[in-house]
Protein backbone atom coordinates (compact mmCIF):
# COMPACT_ATOMS: atom_id res chain seq x y z
CA UNK A 1 0.00 0.00 0.00
CA UNK A 2 1.55 3.47 -1.01
CA UNK A 3 1.40 5.89 2.27
CA UNK A 4 2.54 9.50 2.68
CA UNK A 5 4.77 9.69 6.03
CA UNK A 6 3.81 12.93 8.19
CA UNK A 7 6.67 12.60 9.98
CA UNK A 8 10.62 11.44 9.83
CA UNK A 9 9.99 7.50 10.75
CA UNK A 10 13.41 6.13 11.45
CA UNK A 11 14.56 2.77 9.18
CA UNK A 12 11.13 3.96 7.08
CA UNK A 13 11.43 7.23 5.39
CA UNK A 14 11.44 11.25 5.34
CA UNK A 15 8.52 13.54 5.71
CA UNK A 16 6.32 13.86 3.22
CA UNK A 17 7.73 11.10 1.06
CA UNK A 18 6.15 8.43 -0.76
CA UNK A 19 6.49 4.63 0.19
CA UNK A 20 5.03 1.45 -0.16
CA UNK A 21 4.20 0.11 3.37
CA UNK A 22 2.42 -3.07 3.82
CA UNK A 23 -1.35 -2.93 4.68
CA UNK A 24 -1.12 -4.64 8.31
CA UNK A 25 2.04 -1.90 9.34
CA UNK A 26 0.02 1.14 7.34
CA UNK A 27 -3.05 0.24 8.92
CA UNK A 28 -2.40 -1.24 12.93
CA UNK A 29 1.00 1.04 12.96
CA UNK A 30 0.86 4.49 10.79
CA UNK A 31 -2.30 5.44 10.31
CA UNK A 32 -3.54 4.88 14.29
CA UNK A 33 -0.47 7.35 15.59
CA UNK A 34 -1.03 9.53 12.73
CA UNK A 35 2.19 8.93 11.22
CA UNK A 36 0.87 8.14 7.74
CA UNK A 37 -2.00 8.71 5.52
CA UNK A 38 -3.30 6.71 2.20
CA UNK A 39 -1.10 8.05 -0.98
CA UNK A 40 -4.76 8.76 -2.92
CA UNK A 41 -5.68 11.55 -5.24
CA UNK A 42 -6.46 13.82 -2.80
CA UNK A 43 -3.64 13.58 -0.36
CA UNK A 44 -1.40 13.53 -3.55
CA UNK A 45 -2.98 16.73 -4.99
CA UNK A 46 -2.08 18.75 -1.35
CA UNK A 47 1.00 16.99 -0.97
CA UNK A 48 2.21 18.33 -4.24
CA UNK A 49 0.45 21.39 -3.50
CA UNK A 50 2.61 22.17 -0.45
CA UNK A 51 5.48 20.88 -2.40
CA UNK A 52 4.81 23.65 -5.13
CA UNK A 53 4.68 25.93 -2.52
CA UNK A 54 7.90 25.39 -0.81
CA UNK A 55 9.58 26.02 -4.13
CA UNK A 56 8.21 29.16 -4.58
CA UNK A 57 9.22 29.77 -1.21
CA UNK A 58 12.75 28.70 -1.54
CA UNK A 59 13.17 30.67 -5.01
CA UNK A 60 11.72 34.00 -3.59
CA UNK A 61 14.49 33.33 -0.81
CA UNK A 62 17.20 32.54 -3.30
CA UNK A 63 16.43 35.81 -5.41
CA UNK A 64 16.41 37.91 -1.82
CA UNK A 65 20.01 36.12 -1.16
CA UNK A 66 21.42 36.99 -4.47
CA UNK A 67 20.25 40.76 -4.29
CA UNK A 68 21.76 41.00 -0.98
CA UNK A 69 25.01 39.20 -1.82
CA UNK A 70 25.36 42.57 -4.80
CA UNK A 71 24.50 44.85 -2.56
CA UNK A 72 27.39 43.83 0.02
CA UNK A 73 29.54 43.99 -2.76
CA UNK A 74 29.32 47.77 -2.49
CA UNK A 75 29.36 47.81 1.34
CA UNK A 76 32.26 49.37 3.30
CA UNK A 77 31.11 48.63 7.03
CA UNK A 78 32.72 50.63 9.58
CA UNK A 79 33.24 49.43 12.70
CA UNK A 80 35.19 51.57 15.74
CA UNK A 81 36.67 50.55 18.09
CA UNK A 82 39.19 51.25 20.92
CA UNK A 83 42.76 50.51 20.34
CA UNK A 84 46.25 50.47 21.64
CA UNK A 85 49.37 52.45 19.98
CA UNK A 86 50.30 49.44 18.09
CA UNK A 87 46.78 48.70 16.55
CA UNK A 88 45.72 46.27 18.99
CA UNK A 89 42.13 46.17 19.75
CA UNK A 90 41.24 46.04 23.25
CA UNK A 91 38.86 42.50 23.15
CA UNK A 92 37.94 42.34 19.31
CA UNK A 93 35.33 42.52 17.21
CA UNK A 94 32.93 38.96 17.21
CA UNK A 95 30.75 38.24 14.73
CA UNK A 96 27.87 39.63 16.82
CA UNK A 97 29.31 43.10 17.15
CA UNK A 98 29.33 42.62 12.60
CA UNK A 99 25.64 41.59 12.76
CA UNK A 100 24.34 44.77 15.25
CA UNK A 101 26.35 47.34 13.43
CA UNK A 102 25.38 45.65 9.42
CA UNK A 103 21.50 46.26 11.08
CA UNK A 104 22.47 49.73 12.59
CA UNK A 105 24.09 51.06 9.54
CA UNK A 106 22.27 49.93 6.53
CA UNK A 107 19.44 48.29 8.35
CA UNK A 108 20.73 44.45 6.86
CA UNK A 109 19.44 41.87 9.02
CA UNK A 110 21.46 39.22 9.12
CA UNK A 111 21.96 36.05 11.79
CA UNK A 112 25.25 36.23 13.58
CA UNK A 113 25.56 32.98 13.26
CA UNK A 114 26.04 32.95 9.22
CA UNK A 115 28.58 35.20 9.43
CA UNK A 116 31.65 33.33 8.85
CA UNK A 117 34.19 34.31 10.98
CA UNK A 118 37.08 31.58 12.92
CA UNK A 119 38.05 33.94 15.43
CA UNK A 120 37.33 37.39 16.44
CA UNK A 121 39.02 39.92 14.81
CA UNK A 122 42.07 41.52 17.31
CA UNK A 123 43.40 44.35 14.43
CA UNK A 124 43.13 47.35 12.87
CA UNK A 125 42.55 47.67 9.23
CA UNK A 126 40.28 45.87 6.21
CA UNK A 127 39.57 42.41 5.90
CA UNK A 128 36.67 40.36 4.06
CA UNK A 129 34.04 38.22 5.90
CA UNK A 130 32.49 35.66 4.58
CA UNK A 131 28.39 35.48 5.13
CA UNK A 132 26.48 32.39 4.25
CA UNK A 133 23.08 33.72 2.47
CA UNK A 134 21.29 30.90 1.50
CA UNK A 135 22.47 27.17 0.32
CA UNK A 136 24.90 27.53 -2.13
CA UNK A 137 25.23 31.25 -1.95
CA UNK A 138 28.07 33.15 -0.25
CA UNK A 139 28.32 37.19 0.31
CA UNK A 140 31.49 39.14 0.51
CA UNK A 141 31.35 41.92 2.99
CA UNK A 142 34.16 44.77 3.25
CA UNK A 143 34.50 45.39 7.25
CA UNK A 144 37.15 48.25 8.09
CA UNK A 145 38.12 48.39 11.88
CA UNK A 146 38.63 51.75 12.75
CA UNK A 147 40.52 53.19 16.15
CA UNK A 148 37.97 55.59 17.72
CA UNK A 149 35.56 55.91 20.47
Known amino acids: MKVILKADIKGVG ?10 G ?6 FPKKLAVE ?27 IELKEKMK ?7 VKAGENGKI ?6 KEIAQELEKQY ?4 DKKKIDLKEAIKTLGTRTVEIKLFEGIIGELKVDIIKGL
Open 90 to 95: FGGVSS
Open 107 to 110: KIVV
Open 25 to 30: YARNFL
Open 74 to 80: RILLKIE
Open 14 to 23: KKDQIINASD
Open 39 to 65: ANAANMSELKAKQDSNKYKKDQEREKA
